[in-house]
């Protein structure tokens, strides 16, 4: 009764509330409060292998490729690291680009500094943009830094030099963020490539093991030089507040993966939207992959790991909620993982895979529904007769309607949907067929199939 009587006053409060306004402590704010570059709203991301693109392996001879690339649709060049490799405790003949020797240099295998700001101006001139790989966690045991700076890097309990703990990258040493005179020459690093070569901002390797109030330092410092955007190699809210645009989707391409070698079915895809998309905060920008450096190198080609379901897992990256990324090679079929610490040139020619990005990167640009962060539709999910066959989901922005069904089992399914958000007419992208989608529509989708249906109404 008591409980009865206090609901009662509690309605009776908030009825005879209606004019005054309600506290400012209970106005919802976004959770992201950074400023993505305009130019990012509809941007797709390519991952450039410097060393293993050409047989020269330079800037140069990579820029031969970006009229290609222009054309593929790419929009965001993301430079692995440009930095001269260590030789202390070098992996390989070649070393690794994540063992950095010097901050304020390039390596020379790639060129000299003049070719990279070439490179940039090149590309700003085609309307791309140019992102640095920066590796702010730990540095290569011959960095001067371990010679003029050594408090700035952790210590064993013997108090020497370490790796990273708990990883065998016994080629680099760990850095002490609670060192503020690091911080301050690690920012100022950051700032001069921006300064230097007009860079557009960085992907920042295991992000998430550096202390997320730098970032926010780091992202202050550089909008003020210009907008940038920053990619973090993570897959966590909290960097999206104020420091990065983007962060990895990680558990997505962990599901596809599952799927496609047979431990989930297309359910799981299902729930990892359920999850994340109520999970995440709107305008926190996702990148979806089936490809990457890491995955290449240490899990196989994109066909080992995909196998039939390759070809409907593109379709997902593009057209679910992210920006998706190309690897280098993915164009051209690569169907090997490259040596990391060799010289490994990648074999160019026309591939199916290249013409199916192409294709799904001009749907990216020109329909707004498919767009990045806020700038595009919400995923809503549609419902369909075949769950643990197909997903489903329909993305609109403003006029604009995208609706897409993606078989990821070896046979064909036949769905109808409970939804009445897909209704209506449409062009189904691949096919260029006409169809009008009723309640009682079936859609037939083959094996390992999918459609990508365009409402006329755009």
């Not at 963020?177 to 950051?190: D, F, G, I, S, V």
């Not at 997903?391 to 939804?419: G, M, Q, Y």
Request: hydrophobic share 40%; net charge negative; proline share 5%.
């Amino acid at each position: 009764m008591k409980r009865l009587v206090n609901l009662l006053l509690i309605t009776l409060f908030m009825t005879t509330s209606t004019h005054a306004s309600t506290p400012e402590k209970y106005q919802p704010k976004p959770y992201v409060e950074l400023t993505h570059p305009a130019w990012s709203k509809n941007a797709t991301i390519y991952e450039v292998n410097v060393r293993q693109y050409t047989k020269e392996g330079t800037f140069k001879a990579f820029s031969q490729h970006m009229p290609r690339l222009k054309e593929l649709g790419v929009d965001i060049l993301w430079l692995m690291p440009i930095h001269p490799i260590g030789e202390k405790n070098r992996k390989g003949g070649k070393g690794s680009y994540y063992s950095v020797k010097d901050y304020m240099a390039v390596n020379p295998e790639f060129g000299t500094l003049d070719d990279l700001k070439a490179l940039v101006k090149q590309a700003h001139d085609m309307g791309m943009y140019v992102i640095l790989d920066w590796v702010a966690n730990h540095s290569a045991w011959d960095n001067p830094l371990t010679k003029s700076h050594p408090e700035w890097y952790t210590k064993d309990h013997k108090s020497n030099f370490q790796p990273t703990p708990w990883w065998d990258w016994s080629d680099i040493i760990d850095f002490d963020y609670n060192n503020p005179e690091m911080r301050e020459y690690m920012t100022e690093a950051l700032k001069y490539w921006v300064r230097e070569a007009d860079i557009d901002g960085y992907r920042a390797d295991v992000a998430g093991f550096i202390p997320t109030d730098f970032w926010d330092t780091v992202r202050d410092e550089l909008d003020q030089i210009k907008p940038v955007f920053m990619l973090a190699e993570w897959d966590s809210r909290d960097l999206h507040k104020n420091a990065f645009d983007m962060t990895y989707a990680w558990k997505l391409d962990a599901t596809m993966v599952e799927v496609a070698q047979g431990k989930k079915d297309a359910s799981a895809l299902f729930h990892h939207f359920a999850h994340t998309l109520n999970a995440w905060p709107d305008n926190a920008i996702k990148m979806n992959f089936v490809d990457n450096h890491d995955k290449n190198s240490w899990e196989g080609s994109m066909f080992e790991r995909f196998g039939p379901h390759l070809n409907a897992s593109i379709v997902l990256t593009v057209t679910a909620e992210g920006m998706p990324l190309l690897y280098s090679g993915q164009e051209a079929g690569l169907d090997r993982s490259l040596a990391f610490f060799e010289k490994d040139e990648i074999i160019w020619q026309s591939h199916p895979i290249g013409a199916l990005y192409k294709q799904l990167f001009k749907l990216k640009k020109a329909n707004p529904a498919l767009w990045n962060g806020n700038w595009g539709g919400k995923m809503v999910p549609v419902t369909n007769s075949q769950p643990k066959q197909a997903l489903s989901f329909a993305r609109v922005k403003n006029d604009n309607k995208v609706f897409t069904v993606i078989n990821f089992s070896d046979s064909e399914a036949v769905v109808s949907f409970t939804e009445t958000i897909q209704l209506g007419k449409y062009t189904e992208y691949f096919s260029q067929q006409k169809i009008q989608i009723k309640p009682d529509t079936l859609i037939k989708v083959p094996a390992f199939g999918y459609k990508v249906f365009v409402s006329d109404t755009n």
